[in-house]
């Protein structure tokens, strides 16, 4: 299918005045704000039920190994310019109760580039005999906001509001817990804790504040008979710039190794999952159906997910 252009990412020629450009840069950004914040300005992964770490710091060093974990996701496929995101993962007890965990992330959308580091520590406690545990977790990141003013093609490229850096660097942090055993799990994480403002100097026109997220989520695992699980869960998300979705989702898990599910993500799309796992290795793929006004735009997005379970040489 040949790629549909897009009024909102696609390349601009501004041939105004002045004063009429500065209105156009900033309705730009306002766009890019909202396609941001249509993704939580943190954009969502459908998988996140395979790496909770993907989701929530309070995640890192649950498992006896060491998940090495690989996601590529490509937002609205068909549109120029559409976002997408890239992670590298992995995380571990490093020591009893004690885990740790590292992300490299890059996500594009249009001009726009965040890329960045995050390293993540936990705390777990036991509680009781039954196998359940508390985490908490706190991450410190740490990445650059770049934007390639090369492609955005303008009649005056003197102009105030054009002069500004192309590039900041952005520390944050996110918090979480994690309550967790065998057969379910629910836990709560804030991420963008600092809520800096994204301003690159261009007599304040090029701006975007990073505003808290708050992510609460759990599932249960039902046995269904000797070969097969279902492990409904569900996402709740709420933005402090007034923006609230969820993902209702449920997954069967057939002999522990094929997996199929259907989430729906409140005002978004609908969501087909599949899924194979192995001792040593993991691999899902989803695609997300759009149900908003971009499906005129886009046929949907895709996301790959691949794991690779390592031995953890430091687990106690």
């Known amino acids: 299918m040949a790629q549909k252009s897009s ?7 501004i041939n105004q005045n002045p004063a009429a ?23 969502h992964f459908s998988q996140y039920h395979m790496n909770h770490y993907i989701l929530n710091p309070a995640a890192s060093g649950i498992t006896d190994n060491l998940p090495l974990s690989l996601v590529y996701r490509k937002l609205w496929a068909g549109i ?6 890239q992670m590298l993962s992995g995380n571990f007890e490093v020591y009893k109760n004690m885990g740790v965990g590292a992300k490299l992330f890059n996500y594009q959308a249009g001009p726009v580039r965040k890329t960045g580091l995050e390293a993540t520590y936990s705390y777990h406690i036991n509680l009781g005999t039954s196998g359940t545990k508390l985490s ?14 090369s492609e955005l093609k303008v009649e005056d ?7 500004g850096t192309e590039k900041m660097i952005v520390p944050d942090a996110s918090f979480g817990m994690y ?23 261009s007599d304040k026109i090029i701006q975007q504040k990073q505003v808290r997220h708050y992510y609460l989520h759990g599932g249960y695992c039902f046995e269904a008979g000797t070969d097969f699980k279902i492990e409904p869960s569900l996402l709740l998300k709420f933005v402090e ?38 001792e040593v290795f993991q691999a899902g793929y989803s695609f997300d159906l759009t149900v908003t006004p971009l499906r005129s735009h886009s046929y949907g997005s895709h996301e790959i997910l691949l794991i690779y379970f390592l031995d953890n040489f430091l687990r106690p």
């Open 7 to 13: 009024p909102v990412l696609s390349i601009l020629y």
């Open 21 to 43: 450009m500065k209105k156009n840069i900033l309705l730009i950004f306002t766009i890019l704000t909202i396609i941001e914040l249509q993704a939580q300005q943190i954009p």
């Open 80 to 85: 120029n310019g559409s976002p997408s995101v």
């Open 136 to 149: 908490f977790g706190l991450s410190g990141l740490i990445y650059q906001y770049f934007l390639n003013k």
């Open 157 to 163: 490229n003197t102009d105030q509001a054009f002069l």
């Open 179 to 201: 309550l967790y055993n065998e057969k379910y799990y629910a836990g709560i994480s804030i991420p963008q804790l600092f809520q800096k403002n994204i301003d690159l100097k």
């Open 241 to 278: 710039a007034g923006l609230y979705q969820a993902d209702i989702s449920a997954h069967t898990i057939y002999k522990n190794f094929l997996s199929f599910g259907l989430s729906f993500r409140t005002s978004d799309a609908l969501i087909i999952h599949l899924g194979y796992k192995s």
